[in-house]
């Protein structure tokens, strides 16, 4: 059965309302300063985004910021509770630092400025995806950002990619699976879910 909640250390507790800087108490209010913050960090990183846009950890550490810093004090700051979700461990927040940085050096320091194969980039969105959801470095907001820059992605290379959140909200088991299949470094499920998209 698929779960929306996550279970965090016992440092700190899950509850549905995090603190916030809007002083907000309700669940809906929440979503919807959430979903707003999203609309205004798409908006403002396409219309930024150009032929020498790195996708870098410092810009999606950015993406992040720039959605929900209105929201969050951990806005664009690596998560510092353990996580995990319908039973499925994220990394240790202990280890967050040193994951990112492999991810960095293995993945992202290696994509091309260009592409000239839409198999590639495919693959490439593909793997930053599947990687990021399961390293999940923010404390909220780690699917919602990782959705925002496959689309930045195909978009910097001439494709429309649309229809993740909806295809993520129909099939979340087979989703989820495959963000699963990350943790062996392996990646045809997500890379099977994003070449139906394009």
Do not use: C, W
């Amino acid at each position: 059965m698929a779960t929306n909640k996550y279970s965090t250390s016992k440092h700190e507790s899950e509850s549905d309302i995090l603190p916030n800087k809007l002083g907000l108490s309700t669940l809906h209010e929440i979503e919807k300063a959430e979903m707003e913050g999203f609309y205004v960090a798409y908006k403002l990183l396409f219309d930024g985004l150009n032929s020498r846009t790195k996708f870098n950890l410092k810009y999606i550490f950015k993406i992040h910021k720039t959605a929900l810093d209105h929201l969050y004090a951990f806005a664009g700051k690596s998560r510092t509770v353990n996580m995990s979700k319908g039973g499925f461990m994220f990394p240790p927040a202990k280890f967050l630092s040193e994951t990112l940085n492999q991810f960095d050096a293995d993945i992202l320091v290696k994509l091309p400025k260009d592409y000239s194969s839409k198999d590639d980039l495919i693959k490439d969105i593909a793997v930053v995806h599947a990687e990021l959801l399961f390293i999940h470095p923010f404390r909220e907001g780690n699917g919602r950002a990782a959705r925002l820059l496959a689309s930045l992605m195909a978009a910097k290379a001439g494709y429309n990619l649309v229809g993740l959140e909806k295809f993520r909200k129909d099939n979340f088991d087979e989703y989820v699976s495959a963000i699963h299949q990350a943790a062996e470094k392996k990646y045809s499920k997500m890379i099977k879910i994003i070449s139906s998209l394009f």
